[in-house]
């Protein structure tokens, strides 16, 4: 009987041990998820510095998530400031009199090329205040050396170097592997659809030379982008960055000092003693600093009293049917969205913001309508991110007029079919099988344990066909253009910004800001306005809630222990849930 209690109340002492701990990470997480949400007004002192540095990802809007991206190794928070807080506390700084200037830290950055433009063209703005930009580095990636040449000083470590070699775009091939699982892909592809290439990481071991050749284009229309600014702002010419590039001459700091790359080779003391001079300051003083992301609950200007309202909705991740979060697009959620942006009477004009690979057919077709019903109403303008292409580029063709950065990722004008066989995974590796009785002789259709017949093949055909010609005639219907050209030009391939305005597929040039603009004109506001964001962000308590099942916990530990390979795993993953008709760039091309 002793031994009987003692086991009980072993067992008990556990079970309320446990439950402490678990009170106590709960109180962790709601005191982290209290201070993030924490607004508390930010006030600075004179000659203060807007420290900016871009380790988190540079997201189109920012997020309320309490978990995204949080660390529960210490309960602290890395959530992502969001392009429309960057650019908006970038114009506040160049008003506020007690900031200085700017400090970029670019010992690391993670955003998409089209975001980093913005952030660089809003910077050289911020430079006309006459308040200066300096930046300092261990070792510049050619993504922040672009943002850092914008700089009035740059300052790079003694052993530092500068990566500056070039793009390139590293594909990943999925075949082998699913050979190996015996997981037959059955791909269908539009009429001639040589370049839409979201389909070869299922079919090939590399790419084929049509996917090979846009990919090459795309990477020099991008890399000449990059290095005619950085000529422009460091006085070097196009053809000697280009040989630099090709010798890799900058793998030592003093070679970068000596060919005009950097001002100065410094250690951050002495980095931080330039600032001090800056400021006025003298050697011991404390340098007053205010980082990007606690900027944002700074206020100069009075909050505007207008009642003109413009309504800027985000479109951002894979587009699929039904509801959608933060990261993916949803028809119904979005549709509703723009619905209500068209009924409010107090909203005068939209702004969508798509940032989007594409994905479901069927779902961008039913967010483009929703844009076709607001565009009669008041001005619907376009602003696209990074990537803007296929199902992106087709919730876009109805707006009055769109937006593009010269970075953009657009196009992908195309249509296929992914229907997988997994007969062979279950029959053969795992030892299950299946049976069936039917009604008719294509009941089965679509079955992912069968393979096709070559009827039900046909039929699938039909569809990707009627719906590519659907594709092709929306897009030369909206941009005035020829059925037989948007076919020319489309096929599945892609085109950045810069192409895609000599090709018809935009209007114009320019980023969020510029699209804001032009709605305001459109709408006929001479004077102040309001920015309502949608969709509306779900308050941080209520998402704690909601993701205490554990899933966003496992996502972000994965992300925490592999790092950058984490990416292949979730390409894996979104390979395997693949299926039905799908209007969608290469959906994993990583430019470095």
Same mark, same amino acid.
Do not use: C
């Given at each position: 009987?002793?031994?009987?209690?003692?086991?009980?109340?072993?067992?008990?002492?556990?079970?309320?041990? +446990?439950?402490?701990?678990?009170?106590?990470?709960?109180?962790?997480?709601?005191?982290?998820?209290?201070?993030?949400?924490?607004?508390?007004?930010?006030?600075?002192?004179?000659?203060?510095?807007?420290?900016?540095?871009?380790?988190?990802?540079?997201?189109? !809007?920012?997020?309320?998530?309490?978990?995204?991206?949080?660390?529960?190794?210490?309960?602290?928070?890395?959530?992502?400031?969001?392009?429309?807080?960057?650019?908006?506390?970038?114009?506040?700084?160049?008003?506020?009199?007690?900031?200085?200037?700017?400090?970029?830290?670019?010992?690391?950055?993670?955003?998409?090329?089209?975001?980093?433009?913005?952030?660089?063209?809003?910077?050289?703005?911020?430079?006309?205040?006459?308040?200066?930009?300096?930046?300092?580095?261990?070792?510049?990636?050619?993504?922040?050396?672009?943002?850092?040449?914008?700089?009035?000083?740059?300052?790079?470590?003694?052993? $530092?170097?500068?990566?500056?070699?070039?793009?390139?775009?590293?594909?990943?091939?999925?075949?082998?592997?699913?050979?190996?699982?015996?997981?037959?892909?059955?791909?269908? !592809?539009?009429?001639?659809?040589?370049?839409?290439?979201?389909?070869?990481?299922?079919?090939?071991?590399?790419?084929?030379?049509?996917?090979?050749?846009?990919?090459?284009?795309?990477?020099?229309?991008?890399?000449?982008?990059?290095?005619?600014?950085?000529?422009?702002?460091?006085?070097?010419?196009?053809?000697?960055?280009?040989?630099?590039?090709?010798?890799?001459?900058?793998?030592?700091?003093?070679?970068?000092?000596?060919?005009?790359?950097?001002?100065?080779?410094?250690?951050?003391?002495?980095?931080?003693?330039?600032?001090?001079?800056?400021?006025?300051?003298?050697?011991?003083?404390?340098?007053?600093?205010?980082?990007?992301?606690?900027?944002?609950?700074?206020?100069?200007?009075?909050?505007?009293?207008?009642?003109?309202?413009?309504?800027?909705?985000?479109?951002?991740?894979?587009? +699929?049917?039904?509801?959608?979060?933060?990261?993916?697009?949803?028809?119904?959620?979005?549709?509703?969205?723009?619905?209500?942006?068209?009924?409010?009477?107090?909203?005068?004009?939209?702004?969508?913001?798509?940032?989007?690979?594409?994905?479901?057919?069927?779902?961008?077709?039913?967010?483009?309508?929703?844009?076709?019903?607001?565009?009669?109403?008041?001005?619907?303008?376009?602003?696209?991110?990074?990537?803007?292409?296929?199902?992106?580029?087709?919730?876009?063709?109805?707006?009055?007029?769109?937006?593009?950065?010269?970075?953009?990722?657009?196009?992908?004008?195309?249509?296929?079919?992914?229907?997988?066989?997994?007969?062979?995974?279950?029959?053969?590796?795992?030892?299950?099988?299946?049976?069936?009785?039917?009604?008719?002789?294509?009941?089965?259709?679509?079955?992912?344990?069968?393979?096709?017949?070559?009827?039900?093949?046909?039929?699938?055909?039909?569809?990707?066909?009627?719906?590519?010609?659907?594709?092709?005639?929306?897009?030369?219907?909206?941009?005035?253009?020829?059925?037989?050209?948007?076919?020319?030009?489309?096929?599945? !391939?892609?085109? +950045?910004?810069?192409?895609?305005?000599?090709?018809?597929?935009?209007?114009?040039?320019?980023?969020?800001?510029?699209?804001?603009?032009?709605?305001?004109?459109?709408?006929?506001?001479? $004077?102040?306005?309001?920015?309502?964001?949608?969709?509306?962000?779900?308050?941080?308590?209520?998402?704690?809630?909601?993701?205490?099942?554990?899933?966003?916990?496992?996502?972000?530990?994965?992300?925490?222990?592999?790092?950058?390979?984490?990416?292949?795993?979730?390409?894996?993953?979104?390979?395997?849930?693949?299926?039905?008709?799908?209007?969608?760039?290469?959906?994993?091309?990583?430019?470095?």
């Amino acid at each position: 009987m002793k031994q009987f209690f003692k086991f009980m109340f072993a067992s008990f002492a556990g079970t309320l041990l +446990t439950l402490i701990v678990l009170l106590f990470l709960m109180i962790g997480m709601v005191s982290a998820l209290v201070s993030m949400a924490d607004k508390e007004q930010v006030k600075l002192k004179p000659n203060s510095i807007l420290v900016a540095d871009f380790k988190t990802p540079v997201l189109d !809007r920012g997020t309320k998530n309490p978990f995204e991206n949080f660390d529960f190794s210490n309960f602290k928070s890395n959530n992502p400031i969001g392009l429309n807080d960057i650019l908006a506390n970038i114009e506040k700084a160049s008003k506020d009199p007690n900031i200085s200037g700017i400090y970029l830290d670019l010992s690391g950055i993670n955003s998409g090329m089209a975001n980093l433009e913005e952030i660089r063209t809003k910077l050289v703005e911020f430079k006309e205040s006459g308040k200066f930009i300096l930046s300092y580095s261990e070792g510049y990636s050619q993504a922040s050396y672009y943002l850092a040449s914008v700089s009035d000083e740059i300052y790079l470590n003694p052993e $530092g170097m500068i990566m500056f070699k070039g793009l390139s775009a590293q594909l990943v091939f999925l075949k082998n592997m699913l050979e190996k699982l015996e997981i037959e892909t059955q791909i269908i !592809r539009g009429p001639n659809n040589k370049f839409k290439s979201a389909v070869e990481p299922l079919m090939l071991d590399k790419m084929s030379e049509a996917n090979r050749e846009q990919t090459e284009k795309l990477l020099n229309s991008v890399w000449g982008n990059l290095i005619s600014s950085i000529s422009e702002n460091r006085g070097i010419s196009v053809a000697e960055l280009n040989t630099i590039a090709d010798e890799l001459e900058l793998s030592t700091a003093s070679r970068a000092l000596e060919l005009k790359f950097v001002d100065g080779l410094a250690y951050k003391d002495e980095v931080l003693a330039k600032l001090r001079e800056k400021t006025g300051l003298a050697e011991k003083d404390k340098i007053e600093s205010v980082s990007m992301g606690k900027y944002t609950n700074a206020t100069i200007d009075k909050p505007s009293r207008s009642r003109n309202k413009i309504a800027v909705i985000y479109a951002i991740g894979e587009i +699929t049917g039904g509801n959608g979060s933060e990261t993916s697009i949803g028809s119904e959620d979005l549709s509703k969205t723009i619905r209500k942006a068209r009924e409010d009477e107090k909203i005068q004009a939209i702004v969508m913001r798509v940032n989007s690979p594409g994905g479901s057919a069927l779902a961008s077709e039913v967010i483009r309508r929703e844009v076709e019903l607001a565009k009669k109403v008041k001005p619907f303008i376009i602003s696209m991110g990074n990537v803007a292409a296929s199902g992106g580029y087709w919730i876009s063709t109805n707006a009055d007029y769109i937006f593009a950065d010269p970075a953009t990722i657009t196009g992908s004008i195309g249509v296929f079919g992914v229907i997988p066989n997994m007969k062979g995974l279950f029959n053969n590796k795992l030892g299950i099988t299946f049976d069936k009785a039917m009604t008719n002789k294509n009941a089965d259709f679509i079955d992912v344990m069968e393979p096709l017949s070559p009827f039900q093949h046909a039929k699938i055909q039909e569809d990707v066909v009627r719906i590519y010609d659907d594709f092709t005639l929306l897009v030369a219907n909206t941009r005035g253009l020829r059925q037989s050209f948007v076919d020319s030009i489309g096929q599945g !391939r892609v085109w +950045t910004g810069s192409d895609a305005l000599e090709l018809g597929l935009v209007d114009s040039l320019g980023g969020i800001e510029d699209a804001i603009a032009y709605a305001a004109e459109k709408a006929g506001i001479s $004077g102040d306005f309001k920015i309502t964001e949608l969709p509306e962000q779900k308050d941080p308590f209520k998402m704690l809630i909601e993701e205490m099942g554990g899933q966003t916990r496992t996502k972000t530990a994965l992300k925490n222990e592999l790092g950058e390979y984490y990416e292949y795993i979730e390409f894996m993953h979104q390979a395997v849930q693949m299926k039905g008709v799908q209007a969608r760039i290469p959906f994993h091309m990583k430019i470095e």
